[in-house]
């Protein structure tokens, strides 16, 4: 459940938590990026982990149908993350590159951001992480893809909430 926490953070638009502090996004902003990408983040999930994994195992046998109800509603989070990835680049080094971004229409912008996210997860995933990812996708999956992005996006706040206090022990 950890390498998938992990990789639901990444999926919000494949920057490090610290730049989302940064940003202070709220966890909205955060949940509707993580609830875009989802699909996205499933599909990285698949390509790498789909050949280390049992063809009888949870990805190889509901991975299809998964990443369907993943799909279904994405779309819907869209202008928020839009927001939320425009917010979060304006605040790292790479500010021109976000000042071209957001001059982009979406026709050219989401394909490039749902390619990034797929393949910026593939090739951050361990594959020997791919068991315990795969065992998260299960547990998580009876969930609807909006809790899981509530999740990621209360676990940001928190995070951030932490970062900003300076706190590192637990309550």
């Known amino acids: 459940m950890k390498s998938f926490v992990a990789l639901a953070a990444f999926a919000a638009l494949s920057?490090?938590?610290s730049a989302q502090a940064r940003a202070d996004l709220s966890p909205e902003?955060?949940?509707a990026a993580v609830r875009y990408a989802l699909p996205h983040l499933l599909?990285?999930?698949r390509a790498t982990c789909a050949p280390k994994l049992s063809s009888t195992g949870y990805l190889a046998t509901n991975g299809a149908a998964l990443l369907a109800r993943y799909?279904?509603?994405s779309e819907a989070a869209w202008p928020a993350a839009r927001t939320a990835l425009m917010a979060?680049?304006?605040d790292t080094d790479k500010s021109d590159m976000v000042e071209m971004f957001s001059k982009m229409p979406d026709s050219a912008l989401k394909p490039f951001v749902d390619a990034t996210i797929s393949s910026m997860i593939?090739?951050?995933i361990k594959p020997a992480n791919c068991g315990d990812i795969e065992r998260g996708l299960e547990l998580l999956a009876p969930l609807p893809p909006e809790n899981i992005a509530g999740i990621a996006g209360f676990l940001f706040d928190m995070t951030r909430r932490?970062?900003?206090t300076g706190s590192s022990q637990g309550g």
């Open 122 to 124: 593939a090739t951050k």
């Open 71 to 73: 799909s279904n509603g």
């Open 15 to 17: 920057l490090p938590a």
């Open 88 to 90: 979060l680049g304006a």
């Open 162 to 164: 932490d970062k900003k």
């Open 29 to 31: 902003a955060t949940q």
């Open 43 to 45: 599909s990285g999930v």
